[in-house]
């Protein structure tokens, strides 16, 4: 008679540690779950099929063929020593700031 009764003193204590597994399993399938998409993301492609392949090389081939619409405007391409000599002239053209002398004051 006595074996129930401490059996039962220790029901309250399983199920507050079983909820406490629970809640610890959570993050645990979540971080399975990231790994296993991580995984199936970062596989390699799988290899072109050959008419998949020559068909997009044709089509490569034919917009590099083509000659550009005579409507189309293009921007200039710059180099780096132009882009920074036209830096250099737009900051010398500001006028200087003055320097201010409240804060030399002290």
């Known amino acids: 008679m006595n074996a129930p009764l401490k059996f039962a003193a220790f029901e309250g204590k399983a199920r ?3 909820s406490v597994l629970v ?7 979540a ?13 390699p492609a799988r290899p072109a099929a050959m008419e998949e392949s020559m068909e997009s090389f044709t089509r490569f081939r ?3 063929a083509e ?3 005579p409507g189309a405007k293009r921007r200039p391409r710059r180099s780096v ?3 920074t000599a036209i830096v ?3 900051r010398a053209a500001k006028p200087a700031e003055p320097e201010h002398s409240a804060a030399r004051s002290n």
């Open 16 to 18: 507050v540690s079983m």
């Open 23 to 29: 809640w610890l399993a959570i993050p645990l399938v």
């Open 31 to 43: 971080l399975v779950i990231g790994i296993v998409w991580a995984y199936f993301l970062s596989r």
């Open 62 to 64: 034919r917009a590099l």
């Open 67 to 69: 000659h550009p619409k």
């Open 81 to 83: 020593a132009m882009a």
């Open 88 to 90: 250099t002239a737009k």
